[in-house]
C-alpha cells in the first residue's frame, strides 16, 4: 500500500519564542541573538526540523526503555516514524515537517504592531563583583500563527493508527513544554490548532482517517 496523509493547522506562539538565526553579519548595536527569519519576506518561520526534532526528543524520553546514545537507537516505534540512519538499519522518516511561515500577519498589524518581534533584555550578573553583562534576546511576539505542514507517508496501513497515535502525542507533549530556547525562563510556549488529517495522494480507509482525526482533535 502507498499513500499520503497531509496534516494542515495552526501552530500559535503563546509566549514569546525564539529559535536562533544567523548574526554573522551584525552590526554594531544590533540585537545579539536574533531569529530565524524567512529569507524573502524577512517574517520569522519555525523551521520544520526544530518541530521534528524537539518532538522526537520529548518521545524519547516516554518511549525508550533507557537513555540511549544517538536517536538511531530509539525505540522501534519512533526510528519507524521519525526514521534513523544506523548502519545496515536505514529507516526512511515516514513524517515530513515543512518549514512554517507566519499567516496572521494582517491581524497582527491590526493590533497595532509594527513589527513581528520584540526584544527583550536580559542581564547576567556576577554574583561576586556584581558587574553586570546586559544581552539582548529576540523574540517572536505571542499571538503570532504559523501554517502546519504535516505529510505522512502510508507504509503498512496495519501501522497507520499507531504512528497517529505517537505523532499525536509528540504534538500534545510538547504543547506542555517548549519550542526553542531559554523554555525554563518562559519562551516558547505552543499550542497546536484545527488540526486536520486529508488523504492526498492514493487512498486509506475512511475509518482510519477517522480515527486519525480523532486522534488529533485531542492534542
Not at 548502519?87 to 513589527?115: F, H, P, W, Y
Amino acid at each position: 500500500m502507498y499513500a499520503k496523509i497531509q496534516i494542515t493547522g495552526k501552530i500559535e506562539v503563546v509566549t514569546g519564542m525564539h529559535i536562533g538565526g544567523s548574526s554573522v553579519f551584525a552590526a554594531i548595536g544590533a540585537v545579539d541573538s536574533p531569529v530565524i527569519k524567512d529569507v524573502i519576506s524577512g517574517r520569522p518561520m519555525i523551521p520544520g526540523s526544530s518541530i521534528k526534532g524537539k518532538m522526537r526528543t520529548l518521545l524519547a524520553k516516554v518511549y525508550n526503555a533507557a537513555p540511549v546514545r544517538t536517536p538511531d537507537d530509539d525505540d522501534e516505534r519512533l526510528t519507524r516514524l521519525f526514521g534513523s540512519a544506523k548502519k545496515d538499519a536505514v529507516k526512511r522518516s515516514r513524517i515530513l515537517i515543512s518549514d512554517m511561515m507566519l499567516c496572521n500577519s494582517q491581524e497582527l498589524r491590526g493590533q497595532g504592531l509594527q513589527t513581528f518581534t520584540e526584544v527583550k533584555f536580559e542581564n547576567t550578573i556576577d554574583r561576586i563583583t556584581a558587574v553586570a553583562n546586559p544581552r539582548q534576546i529576540e523574540r517572536v511576539v505571542r499571538g503570532s500563527r504559523f501554517d502546519v505542514d504535516f505529510i505522512y507517508e502510508v507504509v503498512n496501513e496495519e501501522e497507520i493508527l499507531e504512528d497517529f497515535q505517537v505523532l499525536a502525542q509528540g504534538m500534545k507533549l510538547l504543547q506542555y513544554d517548549y519550542l526553542g530556547g531559554s523554555g525554563s525562563r518562559g519562551y516558547g510556549k505552543v499550542k497546536f490548532q484545527d488540526l486536520w488529517a486529508d488523504t492526498v495522494v492514493g487512498q486509506v480507509p475512511e475509518g482510519i482517517l477517522g480515527e486519525c482525526n480523532h486522534l488529533l482533535e485531542h492534542v
